[in-house]
């Protein structure tokens, strides 16, 4: 249940209302001058706040709040002990604040507040800009879901340990990899798959490996090789994920990014093995937004930017260009984009969508060279 007004402006300047059970107060400006507002007859709940607690575990509302420098995390007061939680409540803070600052590398993201193109989704230069995570039994559907904020249905009024952790927490970075997905890896079919790409990209970097893809790798090519030329569509989001894994290690090996920066590598990427391959992933972003940053060497046109191309086509060019390579021939096999219909009277899949002639034709104008590694025979992960 919620409730709405307006308060200010040609609305009255006071409100009162009545939330038996307590809840969340959020305040949208009006595009006025800054306001301050204040809230009387409420009680107070715990807060974490600028490395301290502001209000005790002991406050008497039963829900309390973490606010780090770049997130708001919600949950039953309890909780907030932070039981077995290695560096209690202020690692745990650190912690949300290390997962917003890998968002802000994976999307290549690197500008402050008064930036554009580039601007991160949260930091210290945009304090009232934060990801939140909500954990109410009171979810509006399914376990958990996107959007302001995340919400989590996981609720242990009497746990005095946190549900959530937030450098190991595949929920934590579905749902707000939903949040973050971008072009040009949101393709048809790939709601629940692009924004497993930043999920994957935490579990290389905190974990040590793709652990959610080490046992579909393995078969990987001889589900294409069985598929060839419709497997996205034949596959599910754990096939198509797969798709990105095996691109992720080809660049691993294959893929230099310093071959696009004359100086110093931007701070957002890493050469760290077993974690560099997404540096092509972090190209293509920078290079969607971007038609030319002023930093990055480009080789002739950008190739990223929108070409009147489909998003699949647009895809398959993007990354050719950003690798240098023509990998016409891996994304033709998993065909990213299409999708499979079943008629009435006919057991057969057909398959529609996906790669088109004109995408493959574009590549193939750059004359670029084939992969010295075939991407499509990778059945394992680097750690």
């Not at 945009?126 to 399914?142: C, E, K, T, Y």
């Not at 990105?244 to 100086?263: H, R, T």
Request: net charge negative.
């Amino acid at each position: 249940m919620t409730k709405s007004f307006v308060i200010g402006g040609d609305q009255p300047k006071t409100q009162s209302f009545t939330v038996p059970y307590g809840g969340l107060i959020y305040a949208q400006g009006g595009n006025s001058e800054q306001v301050t507002l204040s809230f009387s007859g409420t009680v107070n709940a715990p807060l974490y706040k600028n490395g301290q607690w502001q209000n005790g575990l002991n406050s008497p509302a039963p829900i309390g709040e973490v606010v780090s420098n770049t997130f708001v995390f919600t949950a039953p007061k309890a909780n907030l002990n932070a039981s077995g939680y290695n560096g209690g409540i202020a690692q745990f803070a650190d912690d949300l604040d290390t997962f917003s600052q890998d968002i802000n590398d994976f999307y290549a993201r690197d500008e402050n507040v008064d930036g554009k193109r580039n601007r991160k989704a949260t930091g210290e230069s945009n304090p009232n800009n934060r990801h939140h995570f909500v954990n109410d039994i009171a979810i509006s559907i399914g376990a958990a879901h996107s959007g302001y904020p995340v919400m989590n249905s996981s609720f242990n009024a009497r746990s005095q340990s946190l549900n959530t952790a937030p450098l190991n927490s595949w929920l934590l970075w579905h749902e707000v990899g939903h949040n973050a997905a971008e072009a040009p890896f949101n393709v048809d079919g790939a709601t629940e798959v692009v924004n497993n790409l930043l999920a994957l990209y935490m579990q290389d970097r905190h974990l040590g490996k793709m652990a959610r893809v080490e046992q579909d790798i393995r078969i990987a090519p001889d589900f294409v090789k069985m598929e060839h030329g419709h497997a996205w569509g034949a596959g599910g989001a754990g096939e198509r994920l797969v798709m990105f894994a095996q691109l992720k290690e080809w660049a691993e090996s294959e893929f230099d990014i310093a071959d696009w920066y004359p100086n110093e590598l931007p701070s957002y990427y890493k050469v760290e093995s077993g974690v560099k391959g997404w540096n092509l992933f972090k190209l293509m972003h920078r290079f969607t937004r971007n038609a030319d940053d002023g930093v990055i060497n480009l080789k002739g046109e950008n190739l990223c930017q929108a070409t009147g191309l489909g998003k699949s086509d647009q895809l398959m060019l993007c990354a050719s260009y950003a690798a240098q390579t023509d990998l016409t021939e891996f994304f033709e096999a998993w065909n990213p984009g299409s999708k499979a219909f079943v008629y009435p009277g006919d057991p057969k899949p057909h398959y529609e969508g996906g790669i088109t002639e004109a995408g493959k034709s574009r590549v193939r104008a750059q004359q670029y060279p084939k992969p010295v590694r075939n991407p499509l025979l990778i059945n394992e992960i680097s750690q």
